[in-house]
């Protein structure tokens, strides 16, 4: 009797734990249903996305008809500027650096000529002596002092002028014998007119054979 006493003292043991009255705080659910959905990840925008344009453009134009009474330089269109590199032009044959021309014959047999210069040659140089003219002075005895003089007095008419009267002076102020044509191309050779110095041979023509006798 005692061990059914015992059983049933149980029972109103778990009874009590299973009181229907604590049912309502239970929080029962189904598992599918207490899963709330997934919320969908939001896309990021990338830093290098261009917006949109929302303007409007517009509609293509076809079809137009223009009409110019008495105008002038009417353009219509785009315009255009093309840069293009120009071209080498080479130099003219005649126009050589100071060290591409050479003492030919012709040249030295200039520089050994004895004869008096005359005033055309004279004034062919002043045309033809470049920007070494002032080295040519000193060669042929002048300062730079007289230099300077013959600039300021004449370079209003221009340096053509001013190499015009010195080599004049030059002339006049020696005995025929100094004021050779071949000091003077010698001067010219050395002070870097070598270009004056070839149109001078040039000018004079070759030298006549010797007649045989």
Not at 3 to 10: I, R, Y
């Amino acid at each position: 009797m005692s061990s059914g006493c015992d059983d049933s003292a149980d029972l109103a043991a778990d009874a009590s734990l299973l009181d229907p009255s604590g049912f309502e705080n239970l929080n029962i659910s189904d598992d599918k249903k207490s899963e709330s959905p997934p919320k969908p990840k939001e896309r990021r925008k990338s830093s290098t996305s261009k917006p949109k344009d929302k303007t409007k453009r517009p509609e293509s134009i076809s079809n137009v008809q223009m009409n110019f009474v008495n105008t002038h330089e009417v353009h219509v269109g785009h315009n255009f500027t093309y840069y293009a590199t120009p071209q080498f032009v080479p130099a003219p044959e005649f126009v050589r650096s100071t060290s591409a021309l050479k003492k030919t014959s012709e040249i030295k047999e200039l520089m050994s000529c004895k004869d008096a210069v005359t005033k055309e040659e004279i004034f062919w140089l002043s045309s033809h002596v470049g920007k070494h003219w002032r080295d040519v002075g000193i060669l042929l005895g002048y300062d730079n002092g007289q230099l300077d003089q013959f600039e300021d007095d004449y370079s209003r008419r221009g340096i053509k002028q001013s190499i015009y009267q010195m080599l004049l002076d030059w002339k006049n102020s020696r005995p025929e014998e100094e004021a050779s044509v071949g000091i003077l191309s010698k001067a010219l050779w050395k002070g870097k007119e070598r270009e004056a110095v070839q149109g001078w041979v040039n000018r004079r023509g070759k030298p006549e054979p010797p007649s045989s006798a």
